[in-house]
């Protein structure tokens, strides 16, 4: 049975004569875990808000939007309250209260449900969803995966028929993004809630997914079983965007069906390809470009050591990238590098001279640009062609984005944000270029053209990385560190780094492992199977 049906769904925003959605028809039945992905800025987002009556743009609308058989003009502001909930993609955005138990008993005492329900329902979601041991805790010393799982948890306190959730994974580490990804199929299995979810990190969701969609130009191209629609898409030249083990199986004939999973993929290898090791390569080294002695960090005094002793040294046109959980201190890390923040004991250097004692007029105008991982911070301006300048404005039409320079920078999608972004840093000519989560919000095609920018922007500058995307360190990086307790451990190169770890590593390894032992890249398995044939 349909619980959502959208006909012929157009929109746009005021003084805009494109249409973000165009003629967009989609269907989703009780019951259902349904995934929706395309390119950054096609759309999705806005799709979503759509739904959402609270939430819906100003803007030219047409078409149906209909809601267990009620079109949206005619559900009340109660019904779409209770029956649709809707998890963002920050969820800074969507915390209001305080302390975690607040913020579970918000949403109900909005809505006028007497104390005894909220304090039982609370209690019975505190433990569902494993947060019982925060309930006392402030909401902003939560790390960010702890933070996704309160939004996600306050949601589900009046039980939604639909559960609506806007890129909830783009945020978190690997480890947590998969156990986020579990909860949400449990309360798909468990609870019969409909999950509609926006990804682009689809090797953990087409797995387990009913239906997959993938939306270009405001409009549905694909829709179906997740595997008819993974061959289409190869079909059409964009296997890029899928899960390892089908990116594979593209690239090396198309044997049988198309594998979606880790367990599925090594079966795949197995049954055609014969064991093979690839080499690690010699790591080479240049001049030092930064370094950290002995650092501690502390935010407050009274406060843990967020740093213990960090020493690493960053070599001149080289990109090295830092992965980590949550709250494991890689931000903080590029902060110190930045000279935002300074070190309670210990130094920073660059190019061999102590931060602090570089005037913050030539440590920024001369040497180094920073991209935080909110993009808005950077935007004070009206529009995009003004925040880039002229010779920002030369490179983002490279880059593509000529379209966007009469729009307001806040108007933009999170991957368009972070394009604008990173080209008015690359304006400035630094000679350290400091990264947090620059893939946040990219699609599969955006990412790749960042990696072929980053590498050949490294012929003349030094890059270092903070991410949770370790497909995209993988490929990017000349090393790879780790951050655990406080500690940055020994970085290595990538291939090194990756097979040597068995669950923060990437989807190809977990395929490949004691198969084509060494390879932590689609492109590395490839290569193995074409030396053969």
Known sequence: MELLSIENLKFRYPKNNEWVINNLSLSVNK????????????????????????????????????????????????????????????????????????????????????????????????????????????????????????????????????????????RLDPITAREFIATLKRINEELGVTVLLCEHRLEEVLPIADKFFYMENGAISFGGDPRSVCLSLSENGKEEILPAAARIWCATGKKGEAPLSVREGKAYLEDYFTKKTIACPIEKRDEEALRASNVWFRYEKNEADVLCGVDFTVYRNEILTFVGGNGSGKSTVIKLLAGIKKPYRGQITLFGKNVRKIRKEELYADNISYLPQDPTLLFVRDTVGEELGEEGRLLGEEKGLKKLFNAHPHDLSGGEMQKCALVKLLSARPKILLLDEPTKGLDAESKKDLMCLLKDLKKTLTVVIVTHDVEFAAEVSDRCALLFGGEVLPPAHPQKFFTENYFYTTSASRVARGIVDGAVTVEQIVSCYESEN
């Open 31 to 170: 019951g259902e875990f349904v995934v929706l992905s395309g390119p950054t800025g096609c759309g999705k987002t806005t799709l979503f808000k759509l739904i959402k009556k609270e939430l819906s743009p100003n803007g030219e609308e047409s078409g149906k939007i209909l809601f267990s058989g009620k079109e949206k003009k005619e559900i009340s502001a109660l019904e779409s309250a209770e029956g649709i909930g809707f998890v963002m993609q920050d969820p800074e955005n969507q915390i209001v209260a305080e302390k975690v138990l607040n913020e579970l008993s918000f949403y109900m005492e909005n809505l006028g449900y007497p104390p005894a329900t909220i304090a039982a329902r609370v209690g019975e979601l505190s433990n569902y969803f494993g947060l019982t041991p925060l309930i006392g805790k402030d909401t902003f010393h939560l790390s960010g995966g702890q933070k996704q799982l309160l939004a996600l948890a306050s949601v589900m306190t009046v039980f939604p028929d639909l559960l609506i959730l806007d890129e909830p994974t783009s």
